[in-house]
């Protein structure tokens, strides 16, 4: 069975703190794909990165950076110097192939407040 | 502005009745996918089509149907439609069939529909 498990529901920081969002993940297949999104206060979802499952290396753009763990099943997002706009819900998905294609199932959000 | 449109942008709708949305792709992008996002169930996965063929199916009820058309634009087509099914339903675009590394999924800004 898959599962995507954002065990962190909320978590409030103050501006310029870094802070890292857990994602825990469970697949039987070999080949699965892993997301991060954002969805800001205004609704609309934005893609962050996707990593294959045969690329564990971590991926750093600006701000961002992403550890991938086969290890553990984890595909954890960290913020550095967090700001306001990073206020938002962050949701961690994963992409495997099953019997009719690949399917997508995403964790529950976790929703970060960065205070100024 | 991701490229992505959707339309219509709100619905309020009975319950028994049908609806449909409708969502055009980026320029180029050959993949559509459906998505829904609701307080009970989350964010979901509902249905991919690629180039007018569906790709993968995820959590998509039988009363819901969707295709995609030779111009690329698809249409996620709702029927028999209950309070549960009151959710953002979100289209996305990429240039082609996931399993191409790095290629980016851009979203539209969603369809809120409101089942009474």
């Known amino acids: 069975a898959q599962k995507v498990t954002q065990a962190q529901t909320e978590i409030s920081v103050v501006e310029k703190e870094d802070v890292t969002l857990d994602c825990v993940y469970e697949?039987?297949?070999?080949?699965?794909?892993l997301f991060w999104y954002k969805q800001p206060p205004s609704g609309e979802l934005v893609f962050l990165i996707r990593?294959?499952?045969?690329?564990?290396q971590n991926e750093i753009s600006g701000r961002y950076s992403w550890n991938f763990q086969k290890s553990t099943s984890s595909f954890n997002f960290t913020i550095t110097a967090s700001q306001v706009v990073d206020s938002a819900v962050y949701f961690c998905a994963l992409t495997s192939r099953n019997t009719g294609g690949f399917k997508t199932i995403f964790g529950a959000g976790t929703r970060l407040f960065v205070k100024a | 502005d991701s490229g992505v449109t959707q339309t219509p942008k709100h619905l309020i709708t009975a319950t028994g009745q049908r609806v449909t949305l409708r969502c055009s792709p980026r320029s180029g992008d050959l993949s559509v996918y459906w998505y829904q996002q609701s307080l009970d169930q989350g964010l979901q996965f509902l249905i991919q089509y690629y180039n007018g063929e569906e790709r993968a199916k995820g959590n998509i009820l039988e009363r819901f149907s969707a295709q995609q058309f030779p111009d690329l634009h698809s249409e996620l087509n709702l029927s028999s439609l209950e309070l549960g099914d009151s959710a953002l339903y979100f289209c996305?675009?990429?240039?082609?069939?996931?399993?191409?590394?790095?290629?980016?999924?851009?979203f539209g800004e969603g369809s809120w529909l409101t089942v009474v």
């Open positions: 996305a675009s990429s240039v082609s069939r996931l399993g191409d590394l790095g290629n980016t999924i851009y």
């Open positions: 990593r294959n499952s045969f690329d564990e």
């Open positions: 697949t039987r297949d070999t080949t699965y794909y």
